[in-house]
């Protein structure tokens, strides 16, 4: 398996409040992205990062930022967290742009519930 | 991004085969098709990938038409473990080499004794 890591894997915070998920990958993949997981809307990208300090934005990335300081860290933050944003949060890693190279691995997956 | 179409739920029953059709009308030229399986409670995990033509693997089979408009996974004797959602995804990088896949809903593939 991929070496990534999801921390933390539960968290129920209140709204308002700032909340923080961080992908730790060990395979020193170029790619990595954000996702989250909502019943009826499958996965859907919220931000990716095509290197170190180099991102940009997904399908659903409002009220969502990112950051990526070194290669093996991709940082999700949610600067004031709303009851829409409840979801379960998946990280995922890839080495190459697409293509028969493009495979993406996936974290466990973070849970968060926002009351 | 090209978009995909593909039925919300299969039933089917162990030992007989499955096949989920998905349409991605605008495929571009340089699209791979990439299809992916997820289990409840975990991240989906990549199943098998083709350009054109057919592929096989040990755990499925990639069938895509000439005009690569549509593509169907066939997943031969399928079990109870087999019950998971399957995502068919269209993409390959952009021109700035950046690379965003989004999987939409997926189907739901339930198999039973």
């Known amino acids: 398996d991929a070496g990534i890591t999801q921390s933390p894997r539960h968290k129920v915070t209140e709204t308002g409040t700032p909340v923080t998920l961080r992908c730790h990958q060990t395979e020193n993949h170029r790619y990595m992205y954000w996702y989250r997981q909502d019943p009826g809307h499958g996965l859907r990208l919220i931000h990716y990062?095509?290197?170190?300090?180099?991102?940009d934005k997904g399908e659903v990335s409002d009220g969502y930022s990112v950051s990526r300081s070194k290669t093996e860290d991709f940082l999700l933050t949610l600067e004031s967290a709303t009851s829409s944003q409840t979801s379960v949060y998946f990280c995922?890693?890839?080495?190459?742009?697409?293509?028969?190279?493009?495979?993406?691995?996936f974290g466990e997956g973070s849970r968060l519930t926002v009351l | 991004l090209a978009k995909t179409t593909q039925p919300i739920s299969m039933d089917s029953y162990e030992g007989q085969e499955v096949n989920i059709t998905c349409s991605h009308n605008n495929i571009a030229t340089n699209d791979y098709i990439t299809w992916y399986q997820q289990f409840p409670s975990q991240g989906p995990r990549f199943i098998i990938q083709g350009y054109k033509t057919k592929v096989t693997n040990e755990v499925a089979s990639l069938f895509i038409p000439a005009d690569r408009k549509s593509s169907t996974l066939s997943l031969p004797r399928v079990s109870l473990s087999d019950t998971a959602v399957y995502y068919c995804?269209?993409?390959?990088?952009?021109?700035?080499?950046?690379?965003?896949?989004?999987f939409g809903a997926g189907t739901t593939v339930t198999v039973r004794a």
């Open positions: 995804l269209v993409g390959d990088a952009g021109p700035s080499n950046d690379y965003k896949l989004s």
């Open positions: 990062s095509y290197g170190v300090k180099d991102t």
């Open positions: 995922a890693i890839s080495e190459f742009a697409g293509g028969p190279t493009g495979e993406l691995f």
